[in-house]
């Protein structure tokens, strides 16, 4: 079955760097676009980055354009979201995600943390 883990992230003092790591299998996982998506507690579900199936194209939401890069390893299954300059207003799980056989999968998510 499709599975994502993420991991790597951790409480981080803001202006510090993250990089975050999501693992996949149980899918085609070069021929996927992927993205990363972030939520706060009491909070929907907010886009952070897109990166296509051969890691060409990517896109990113304003809040972190400059900040954050997302690259892919089409060998090794994984994605990655470099994130520098981090602010209070990162703070959040992240999760990779992938549209798969119709539908959305997320893996369990990784907590990243700024204090202000």
């Known amino acids: 079955q499709v599975q994502l883990v993420e991991s790597g992230g951790g409480l981080v003092q803001p202006g510090g760097s993250l990089k975050l790591t999501c693992a996949a299998s149980?899918?085609?996982?070069?021929?996927?676009?992927m993205s990363w998506v972030r939520q706060v507690p009491g909070k929907g579900l907010e886009w952070v980055s897109g990166l296509s199936s051969d890691g060409g194209t990517t896109s990113y939401a304003d809040s972190v354009k400059g900040r954050f890069t997302v690259t892919r390893d089409n060998f090794k299954n994984m994605v990655y979201l470099q994130m520098n300059n981090l602010k209070f207003e990162d703070t959040a799980v992240y999760y990779c995600n992938v549209h798969a056989r119709g539908s959305p999968f997320w893996g369990q998510g990784t907590q990243v943390t700024v204090p202000s």
């Open positions: 149980g899918f085609a996982f070069s021929t996927y676009a």
